[in-house]
């Protein structure tokens, strides 16, 4: 691969540039992004509307496609997962979620992970590279052409999660720069007011995220309400403890627009964080803080080698009442694409999974 040029993280201004070095008219440029990104083209052939003398000098440039898609799995809910290779052979996951009104696609800011949180598969991994921009956006088209074909309109919406592996906040240039491209009209047009970014609490970047004017939603995962269980939990609670976030959160309230919420995630494990005193400490450190916050519950999705459990049923709405009494709104993730390992905290490029009938590699 050319040192260079991955051609899907350019922006329509960068492509303008190359082609007019390349000696071809600028319109060029926007062409070659809108059948990059509307129309998703995976290969230089499919750039039907480019002179093949201008095709055959971008192919020497560098590359549209990066990742490979190894292994494709899908659950028997409808819920995709793709374990796809990096050109330097790391491994990344994305998954996409079939839904009645709009589709949903997890996809990964980093190869593996740094945070160690103790209940989440990635970590094992540690962090192997940051994503580029291109990369991100490559798992986007990735998913929609398996889904709906290269080229082809999609039936509803697109909905983009930041929750798959990695920090989200510490590849911040590379997302923000994937999320421009992503809104362009001309390309995906996936606009930020449909993309949620979930982080574990990089305080710095939470706060400059509140000065971009374009942003996209803001998910906070805490995991506890104290810090001594947090310090356990989710390590980085100890460079920036729970004071320190929420302080951060209350100033990113600021750019909230009418009627949105912060999203707090909360992961329930059983036995560990899920007591009626847990969600009692979890209501009053958000009232403490003013925030206009909605807490999302999700039951931990088990996998070796985590020693957790999920807590039952019962415990998870017992703990969503208390919050709700004490006026914290508060919602049950139902979790999807368990049986691939596909569901949150699971990710951690399991290439030998194949769970009986519930797979279908390609």
């Known amino acids: 691969m050319n040192q260079a040029v991955h051609f899907l993280g350019l922006t329509p201004d960068e492509l303008t540039s190359i082609v007019r070095e390349m000696g071809a008219p600028e319109y060029r440029g926007r062409q070659l992004f809108e059948w990059l ?3 998703r083209a995976r290969s230089f052939d499919e750039l039907t509307n480019l002179p093949r003398p201008l095709r055959a000098a971008l192919a020497e440039r560098g590359q549209i496609a990066t990742l490979a898609v190894e292994s494709r799995y899908v659950s028997e809910d409808g819920t995709r997962r793709y374990l796809l290779k990096t050109h330097d052979n790391l491994p990344v996951e994305t998954v996409f979620i079939p839904e009645e009104r709009r589709d949903t696609i997890c996809f990964s800011s980093q190869s593996g992970c740094p945070l160690q949180c103790d209940f989440c598969l990635t970590a094992k991994l540690g962090l192997l590279r940051t994503l580029t921009a291109g990369e991100i956006v490559e798992q986007i088209v990735v998913a929609l052409n398996d889904a709906y074909g290269v080229g082809a309109e999609t039936p509803r919406g697109t909905n983009l999660v930041a929750m798959g592996a990695g920090e989200p906040f510490l590849a911040f ?10 809104a362009e009209p001309k390309g995906l ?3 930020p007011n449909r993309v949620t970014v979930s ?3 990089v305080v710095p970047r939470i706060r400059e995220l509140a000065h971009i004017s374009e942003r996209p939603h803001l998910a906070i995962s805490l995991a506890a309400p104290n810090d001594e269980l947090r310090d356990k939990l989710m390590p980085i609670n100890k460079k ?5 976030l ?3 959160c209350k100033d990113f309230e600021h750019s909230l627009k009418p009627g949105e919420r912060f999203t707090f995630e909360y992961v329930m494990l059983d036995g560990v964080n899920d007591t009626d005193d847990h969600a009692r400490q979890l209501a009053n450190l958000l009232n403490r803080h003013q925030l206009r916050a909605k807490v999302n519950l999700i039951p931990h999705n088990p996998a070796d080698p985590l020693p957790y459990r999920p807590s039952p049923p019962e415990r998870v709405e017992r703990f969503k009442a208390i919050l709700e009494a004490k006026g914290v709104q508060s919602f049950v993730r139902r979790p999807r694409g368990r049986d691939i390992y596909a569901a949150c905290g699971q990710l951690a490029a399991r290439r030998e999974l194949n769970p009986s009938g519930a797979t279908v590699p390609r």
């Open 189 to 191: 047009h996936i606009v």
């Open 240 to 244: 920036w403890p729970l004071a320190e």
């Open 199 to 201: 982080t574990a609490g």
């Open 173 to 182: 240039d590379s997302l923000t720069k994937a999320l421009r491209l992503m």
């Open 246 to 248: 929420l302080a951060a």
């Open 37 to 39: 990104h509307g129309r």
